[in-house]
């Protein structure tokens, strides 16, 4: 689950100004710009859409946001390579923090409750920097290098659309947790 927020994260944050200045030859400030951008994106999504997955639960935002990733990603960014734009560029940038934020205000709840209480903080943050180490952090230089040998702009979204995947399968197999197994572990806790 937290493959799909570290790659978006990451893609939509760290390498979008290394993507907009480097490949699609903007100016650094029109990167610069839709990265701010991006971030107040995130600030008003990520509480917006947990408070919308207390209300109608986490796996409806979830499956959602990882099939909207999965269908959209690459045909964004193939819409971007054609015609590189600043609107463009803002656009794209946009659809993917509105999934990412949807898909992360959700998750990370839905990690947390899925993690029995007595390991939740370690568990939760091993998951975490694992994905972050394993599949976040390499984005900007992942993409990089398969624009590189493939020629494909637009490339840095079939790796969205893979994170999107490993998220959706997660969540499948992903078993929330009932409220009464979490009442009996929380009482069971030492003081």
């Not at 923090?97 to 943050?125: K, Q, W």
Request: glycine residues 6%; hydrophobic residues 50%; positive net charge.
């Amino acid at each position: 689950m937290v493959t799909m927020t570290t790659v978006s994260f990451y893609m939509i944050t760290a390498y979008t100004p290394t993507f907009g200045n480097s490949v699609l030859h903007l100016a650094s400030i029109d990167s610069l710009i839709v990265t701010l951008c991006v971030g107040a994106s995130n600030l008003f999504c990520l509480p917006v859409t947990g408070a919308l997955s207390d209300r109608i639960g986490r796996r409806p935002l979830l499956f959602g946001c990882t099939i909207l990733m999965l269908i959209t990603a690459y045909p964004a960014m193939l819409w971007l390579v054609r015609e590189p734009s600043f609107a463009r560029l803002l656009a794209v940038e946009l659809w993917l923090s509105f999934i990412y934020g949807s898909y992360n205000g959700a998750m990370v709840v839905a990690l947390t409750e899925i993690m029995p209480v007595d390991v939740r903080t370690s568990g939760f943050a091993l998951a975490y920097s694992l994905a972050t180490a394993i599949f976040g952090g390499f984005t900007p230089a992942l993409s990089t290098y398969l624009i590189h040998i493939s020629g494909n702009r637009a490339i840095p979204g079939l790796w969205l659309s893979f994170a999107a995947a490993c998220g959706l399968v997660a969540t499948i197999f992903a078993k929330p947790r009932s409220a009464q197994v979490e009442a009996q572990q929380t009482l069971a806790l030492p003081s």
